[in-house]
């Protein structure tokens, strides 16, 4: 299995706080990904990077901010959480665009 | 838009039988399409890759093929068993680094 961590795996907060989750690759992968699932909506793409300090926006990245300032971290921020982020986030990473991708076992957000 | 369809959306079988998941994209213009499997509260369990100019791939029961050019694609399992129950995701690496993921297929094999 390709060494991909997220943590937490779960988290309970409240409306308004702010929430940060992390991705911890040891592949030396270049690219990462963040991805929520929700019921009826499958997988959808918040944020990706393309290496250190190259990020770029996903089609639900409102509210969302990332940063990768090292190559085997990708963090995810929640501004200020709200009900609506409640869901399961997977980060996700893979070497090139021609290899194999791998993702983490999913963090289970609550926001109440 | 790169959509990605998976049928059937629910496939119950009884252990033993060979089975195929079909998935369909609307853009041929891919780098690679793989296959995962999810196990309720799991995470994207990678069971093959197809790169564009590959026609199949194959993993002990698991079998998969590929047409670019009509868009599809099917993972054939073999003899098939309890185990195996669990949501079977295509997911196409477009052109653009974006991945689209298929709408899965649930599936479930009764002893």
């Known amino acids: 299995d390709a060494g991909i961590t997220q943590s937490p795996r779960h988290k309970v907060t409240e409306t308004g706080t702010p929430v940060t989750l992390r991705c911890h690759q040891t592949e030396n992968h270049r690219y990462m990904y963040w991805y929520r699932q929700d019921p009826g909506h499958g997988l959808r793409l918040i944020h990706y990077?393309?290496?250190?300090?190259?990020?770029d926006k996903g089609e639900v990245s409102d509210g969302y901010s990332v940063s990768r300032s090292k190559t085997e971290d990708f963090l995810l921020t929640l501004e200020s959480a709200t009900s609506s982020q409640t869901s399961v986030y997977f980060c996700?990473?893979?070497?090139?665009?021609?290899?194999?991708?791998?993702f983490g076992q999913g963090t289970r957000l609550t926001v109440v | 838009k790169q959509e990605v369809t998976q049928i059937p959306a629910a496939l119950s079988v009884p252990e033993g039988e060979n089975l195929v998941l079909n998935c369909s994209f609307t853009?041929?213009?891919?780098?690679?399409l793989q296959w995962f499997r999810q196990d309720p509260g799991k995470g994207l369990t990678s069971l093959l890759l197809i790169q564009s100019s590959q026609r199949e791939q194959t993993s002990g029961r698991l079998n998969a093929s590929l047409d670019k050019s009509s868009g599809r694609s099917t993972l054939y399992i073999a003899a098939s068993q309890p185990g195996d129950s669990a949501t079977y995701l295509c997911?196409?690496?477009?052109?653009?680094?974006?991945?689209?993921f298929g709408t899965g297929t649930s599936l479930t094999v009764i002893p």
């Open positions: 997911v196409v690496r477009h052109t653009g680094n974006q991945f689209y």
């Open positions: 853009d041929s213009a891919i780098y690679n």
């Open positions: 996700a990473i893979s070497d090139n665009l021609n290899t194999e991708a791998f």
């Open positions: 990077s393309y290496g250190v300090k190259d990020t």
